[in-house]
C-alpha cells in the first residue's frame, strides 16, 4: 500500500544567498493493507514534511525537490496527486484544516466531494459526530471549538471518509484523556477494517500501540521493528537513546518546581468573582467563575476539551471581557485597560503557537514586545532568550518556516524576554519534544525562584502533578480545587457533569 524507495526531499532556500534545506534522505519503507506504522523523532526531524509527501502535498504544494520513489497503492504520488480517497492527512495544527461554518459541514464536505449518496453522507456524518463526542456541537462553528475539539474534528472528517491510507501527525495532541481513548479507538477500527496508518508521535505510549515504529533523525528512517524490540533496552528506540537525541524527556530527570519564595495569599495576582461568559449566538462557556489565585503560584487548570479553560484564562490578560462579573489582575479591576498595556502584568502563550508569531525574523519576533512595552536591556534580554530556548541557529528565520515545536519555542522564548510578574501557558507542551520540554522546564524552575506567578491549562497531568494548586473545570464550572494530590486522585470530570 505504501512504497517508499531512497526518498529524499529539500525544502528551498528560505532567504537570498541561502542554501536548500535537506529534511529527509534516502527513506525507505513498505507498509502493506491494514499495516500502522509509528515514526517517533525530535522536533525538526522531519516527520511533519514525510507526512505531507506520503498526502502529496510535498513538493507539490510547498516547494522543494524530491527524488526517489513514493508510491500509495502503485500509484506514484511525486508524479501526480493521489486519489482524493486514496489518502487522509491530519495536520498536527488540525485547526488549518477546517474551513466550513458548521461542524456538521466539516464532516459532510469530503463525502459530497467523494459523491457520497445522500442518506449515506447522514448516516456517516452522524457515526463520526458521537464517535468522537461532537453530536453536542454538531452546529458550532470550528473557529469556536476548543483546540482539542478541532482535532477532533478534523479526524472525524477524515474517519467518515474511509481513505485507505490515513496519515496522522501528532494526532493525540491537547486531546483530553476521553478524547485520547476515543481518537483511538476509531483509529483502531478503521485499521481492522483495513486502512493502512502512519502515525507520527513523540510518546513512547503512542508508538507502542502499532503494529511497527520507526525513528525519524538526522533525515533518515529507521527499519521498522515491532515496538517490544525497539524499545528494549538495547534496542533503537531505548529509553537511554531517545532521551540522548532529545525526543523525550523522562519525568525522573525533571528539574524541581517547588517555589523558592512562598505564594502571597493574602495578594492576589487575579481575582475572578461571578465571572459568565458566552460567544455570540453559542451557549454559555462560564457560568459563575470565583478564582483567587496567590502571587507566586503554580496553578493547573485542567478539565476536558470544551470545558472552558482557554475562555478563562483569556480573561486575565483582557484578551476577553466578562459579560458579567469582574476581574482583577494586581488588585486593579481590568475593566477597559487595553490588552497592550496588561501585557507589562500578564504574558499570555496561545494555544497554537502560529497565532502570535507575525514577524520577518525569530529575533525580530521576540524583540517586538520589547520595544513596544519600552524594556530596558532590550538587547541583554533577547540574547538570553534566544539562549535559552537553543533558537540561535534560526534567530535569522522566519518563524513561519519553523517546525512546531521550534514555534513554540519562539513564543516562549517571547515571554522570558519581557519576563511580566504573571504567565499564562495555554497548553504549553503540545508539540514539544524531549529537549523543548527539557527547556520549558527549566525555565518554570527559573519563574519558581523569582516568585513568577505560573498558570497553565494543561492535559499533561505529571506537568499539573507539579503544580502548588489545581482547578479542574468541567462545562464551565469549576468542580474541583485543591492541592494536586487531591484533585489528580481521581480522573478528570467525565464530560456532561455538571
Not at 92 to 109: H, I, K, M
Not at 255 to 274: H, N, Q, S
Not at 288 to 307: E, K
Amino acid at each position: 500500500m505504501i512504497n517508499l524507495d531512497r526518498l529524499s526531499f529539500a525544502y528551498p532556500p528560505t532567504h537570498a544567498g541561502a542554501s536548500p534545506t535537506s529534511v529527509l534522505r534516502d527513506c525507505s519503507l513498505r507498509l502493506g493493507e491494514g499495516d500502522s506504522l509509528a515514526v517517533m523523532g525530535a522536533s525538526g526531524a522531519g516527520k511533519s514534511t514525510l507526512c505531507h509527501v506520503l498526502a502529496g502535498l510535498a513538493p507539490r504544494h510547498t516547494g522543494g525537490t524530491a527524488e526517489g520513489v513514493v508510491t500509495l497503492g502503485g500509484h506514484n504520488v511525486l508524479a501526480s496527486p493521489p486519489d482524493v480517497d486514496a489518502v487522509g492527512l491530519l495536520f498536527q495544527d488540525a485547526a488549518t484544516q477546517l474551513f466550513t461554518t458548521s461542524v456538521e459541514d466539516e464532516v459532510a464536505w469530503g463525502l459530497e466531494a467523494l459523491g457520497v449518496d445522500p442518506l449515506e453522507i447522514t448516516r456517516r456524518v452522524d457515526a463520526a459526530l458521537a464517535g468522537f463526542d461532537l453530536t453536542g456541537v454538531r452546529t458550532r462553528a470550528p473557529w469556536a471549538l476548543s483546540g482539542g475539539q478541532q482535532k477532533r474534528l478534523a479526524l472525524a472528517a477524515l474517519w467518515a471518509m474511509r481513505p485507505s491510507v490515513l496519515v496522522l501527525d501528532e494526532p493525540l495532541g491537547g486531546l483530553d484523556p476521553q478524547g485520547k481513548r476515543e481518537v483511538l479507538a476509531a483509529v483502531e477500527a478503521l485499521r481492522q477494517a483495513g486502512t493502512t496508518l502512519v502515525t507520527t508521535t513523540m510518546q513512547i505510549a503512542t508508538a507502542r500501540r502499532a503494529g511497527q515504529v520507526a525513528l525519524l533523525a538526522e533525515g533518515r528512517l529507521s527499519h521498522p521493528q515491532a515496538p517490544a524490540a525497539a524499545f528494549d533496552t538495547a534496542g533503537p528506540l531505548s529509553v537511554a537513546r531517545l532521551t540522548g537525541i532529545g525526543v523525550i524527556a523522562p519525568t525522573a530527570l525533571w528539574p524541581d518546581l517547588k517555589p523558592t519564595i512562598a505564594p502571597d495569599g493574602a495578594r492576589p495576582a487575579i481575582e475572578v468573582t461571578g465571572l459568565q461568559y458566552g460567544y455570540p449566538g453559542d451557549e454559555v462557556v462560564l457560568r459563575g467563575i470565583d478564582l483567587a489565585i496567590a502571587t507566586g503560584q503554580f496553578l493547573a487548570i485542567v478539565g476536558p476539551n470544551g470545558a472552558g479553560k482557554s475562555t478563562l484564562v483569556r480573561h486575565f490578560n483582557g484578551l476577553l471581557r466578562p459579560q458579567s462579573g469582574r476581574v482583577r489582575v494586581q488588585g486593579e479591576l481590568i475593566g477597559d485597560r487595553p490588552t497592550g498595556a496588561l501585557a507589562r502584568e500578564v504574558g499570555f502563550l496561545f494555544q497554537r503557537p502560529e497565532q502570535q508569531l507575525f514577524a520577518p525574523s525569530v529575533r525580530e519576533e521576540i524583540e517586538f514586545g520589547l520595544t513596544r512595552l519600552g524594556l530596558p536591556d532590550r538587547s541583554e534580554r533577547l540574547d538570553r532568550a534566544v539562549a535559552r530556548f537553543d533558537l540561535g541557529e534560526v534567530a535569522g528565520a522566519p518563524p513561519a518556516t519553523l517546525s512546531y515545536g521550534d514555534q513554540r519555542a519562539v513564543t516562549l522564548a517571547c515571554l522570558a524576554a519581557m519576563g511580566p510578574p504573571t504567565i499564562i501557558l495555554d497548553e504549553p507542551t503540545v508539540g514539544l519534544d524531549g529537549r523543548g520540554l527539557s527547556q520549558l522546564l527549566a525555565w518554570l524552575a527559573e519563574l519558581r525562584a523569582v516568585g513568577t506567578t505560573i498558570i497553565a491549562v494543561t492535559h499533561h497531568m505529571d506537568l499539573a502533578a507539579r503544580a502548588d494548586r489545581v482547578v479542574a473545570l468541567d462545562r464551565g464550572r469549576i468542580v474541583a480545587d485543591g492541592a494536586p494530590s487531591e484533585v489528580l486522585s481521581h480522573d478528570t470530570p467525565p464530560r456532561g457533569t455538571p
